[in-house]
């Protein structure tokens, strides 16, 4: 296989050290990890791996098709978010993972089929996924083998009102559900406090470095690190002008190295003109417009030379507000060009 110009170094030490952090965070409660869109980009498997051999046992992906990926792995603990639809049923009966149920039709299908266990997903205000305490009090739920009873916070990174809300609302609705185990909170969730934890908390965009509140900043670590392989170094003369629509102009001759990374590999455009890429700890400024394929960036004065790489600045939090993306965004929109190493 030719080798890829794009490089994403993973870093498994701070992978299992922000799990831990958010384990000691989650108080008495297990700590799982979701893992869907393919381990937010990293790589489901090597996420999977990576945490179960540190003591995770509780595993969420959003599908069947991503669950498939990961049979090899023996995940007992191993959860379907988007439950069972009728195309779903041939997989989830082979027990390679437990069907979060989403809907009084999915009960009523996942029962028809012998049903099993299974964990549930309420509905407390999001909208978006969920039985309704319409659907427990008309029995839905009744008889159901009920691992996971779970629901999700919608403004858990907001000091929002809405937080307190929604867990008000679980510890009603989950009063009347006989179940192994309660779950609410995300990454931002277990920064409110333990009250969110309940059983399990469910941590996902923590684990690879993100920081969904300020109460994490001091325990979460970067984990994924962009680099890219210098195709050309060029001098731009002062007038000059680099990249589409001509949007920087040299202000001086000005050495210019371009690296083989754009917005089609998860590099976007909000970064024209304010992402970085490093070199021995200095930082590169972009230079004008990301496109597709490159970038070009400011190397005057360093020893950066055709085929060298170069580490783009991705500390996701810093990353996110100098691109205008969120830092979900950031993580999973990195592309099938890169090595993924180790």
Known sequence: MVPAPLRLRRDADALVANWRALARLSGAAACGAAIKADGYGLGAAWVA???????????????????????????????????????????????????????????????????????????????RLG????????????????????????????????????????????????????????????????????????????????????ELAGAIVQVARPEAQVLQRRRVRAGETVGYNATWAAPADTEVAILNIGYADGYWRGFSGRGRAMCEGVALPVLGRVSMDLIAVDVTGQAVAEGDWLELDYDLPRASAESGMSQYELLTGLGDRFDRLP
Do not use: K
């Open 131 to 214: 039985l309704s305490a319409e659907d427990l009090a008309a029995g839905a739920l009744d008889g159901l083998a009920t691992d996971t009873l779970m629901s999700h916070l919608a403004s858990a990174d907001d000091d929002s009102p809405r937080n307190a809300d929604q867990r008000r609302r679980f510890v009603a609705m989950a009063a009347g559900v006989r179940a192994e185990r309660l779950s609410l909170a995300n990454s931002a969730g277990i920064a409110l406090g333990t009250d969110y934890a309940f059983d399990l908390t469910r941590p996902g965009l923590a684990l690879y470095g993100g920081v969904p509140r300020r």
């Open 49 to 127: 791996s990576t945490l179960a051999a540190a003591g995770c046992r509780d595993f969420f992906v959003a599908t069947w098709a991503e669950a498939e990926a990961l049979a090899p792995l023996g995940l007992p603990g191993l959860a379907v978010l988007h439950g069972v639809r009728a195309e779903d049923m041939a997989a989830a009966r082979s027990g390679i993972a437990r069907p979060v149920l989403n809907t009084a039709a999915q009960v009523a299908r996942w029962r028809e089929a012998g049903g099993g266990a299974c964990d549930v997903m309420l509905d407390t205000g999001m909208n």
